[in-house]
């Protein structure tokens, strides 16, 4: 079954960076691999994790007669440079661009909002950055999991590559487990029904 999706969750990889604001996308993949039943796996030459499964209305790696394809990634590589994988993946696995979706953190929402679009600029986000640099457009899906502004003059840089303090986690876990549901429904119901049911 070629894989007709790639849903690839932004972070830096190592333990260095489990549990940061930044790896926010990267754990919803996580999250979409357990309802899945799947593990990340490293491919060959392609600089990324990844796992082949298929969504349907029936739920992740449920086959059904509606079920869609999609793979789903981790990059291998530092954030700034995660188009390096993607495009390597997605010219592999055949996908376009509208049928690729990017799951990422985004400090001008606020922490517990989540906002899905197609296209747009990267404001900053140097994985988005690399994204529409390697695929030469910005015109895919993304699935923007607010974690807010730091406080007072703190470095944004510093704020996002700082660990979810254990009082927030619950939240923040909540959070993942929301972006996953948008990922699935946006698969199975389209960009327009997901942005109406998880827009905040």
């Known amino acids: 079954m070629s894989p007709s999706w790639l849903v690839i969750g932004l ?3 190592g333990p260095r960076y489990d549990g940061t604001r930044h790896n926010v ?27 082949c499964t298929r969504v349907s209305s029936a739920g ?12 789903l990634m981790r990059s291998r590589t530092y954030m700034n440079e995660s188009g390096i994988a993607v ?11 509208d049928h690729l979706i990017v799951v990422h953190d985004e400090i001008d929402l606020d922490p517990g909002r989540l906002r899905l679009k197609k296209g747009g600029g990267d404001n900053g986000h140097n994985g988005l950055k ?25 470095d944004p840089a510093d704020w996002v ?16 487990t929301l972006a996953a549901d948008a ?18």
């Open 11 to 13: 972070g830096n990889p």
């Open 25 to 51: 996308g990267a754990d919803v993949v996580t999250e979409l691999c357990l309802r899945a039943g799947e593990k990340l796996s490293p491919a060959r030459r392609q600089q990324a994790e990844l796992v």
């Open 60 to 71: 992740l790696g449920v086959p059904a007669a509606d079920a869609q394809a999609v793979t």
């Open 87 to 97: 495009r390597k993946v997605a010219s592999v696995a055949g996908i376009t661009p």
């Open 130 to 154: 690399s994204i529409r640099a390697h695929m030469r457009t910005g015109d895919f899906i993304r699935v923007r999991v607010g974690v807010g502004r730091p406080p007072g003059h703190q």
């Open 161 to 176: 590559l700082a660990r979810v303090p254990a009082r927030q986690r619950a939240d923040m876990d909540v959070q993942v």
């Open 183 to 200: 990922v699935e429904t946006i698969i199975n119901q389209g960009l327009t029904a997901a942005q109406n049911r998880f827009n905040s």
